[in-house]
């Protein structure tokens, strides 16, 4: 397996020419799984297009990141498009309601 992933609607499909992967992931719209702001912090999830586990389980292709605040630039990975709308929505709420995202997020 390569590690290269394009999206099909909120599908990661594996792609085994790195050509051919940037090509696709160039030309896809649609990467950003959700973006709010909440105070002083922008919760950004996006499809990252790369396998970032980097060793045995599921591949880790979408990302969670504080941008801002007092956790910025904490990150939470997941695998799933349903995982990172999960998750954000756990990030979100948690900086909504003050607590620590990093002990509140799945």
């Given at each position: 397996m390569s590690g290269y992933y394009v999206l099909q609607g909120h599908d990661a499909v594996p792609v085994d020419d790195v050509r051919e992967w940037a090509r696709r992931f160039n030309d896809s719209e649609g990467r950003r799984v959700a973006s709010t702001t909440v105070g002083e912090a922008t919760v950004s999830t996006v499809f990252l297009g790369l396998?970032?586990?980097?060793?045995?389980?599921?591949?880790?292709?979408?990302?969670?990141?504080?941008?801002?605040?007092?956790?910025?630039?904490?990150?939470?990975?997941?695998?799933t498009w349903d995982?990172?709308?999960?998750?954000?929505?756990?990030?979100?709420?948690?900086?909504?309601?003050?607590?620590?995202?990093?002990?509140?997020?799945?």
């Open positions: 396998d970032h586990r980097w060793g045995e389980g599921r591949p880790l292709l979408f990302e969670t990141m504080i941008f801002g605040g007092d956790h910025t630039e904490v990150e939470w990975r997941w695998a995982e990172a709308e999960v998750g954000h929505r756990a990030v979100v709420a948690a900086l909504k309601a003050g607590t620590d995202p990093m002990a509140d997020a799945p």
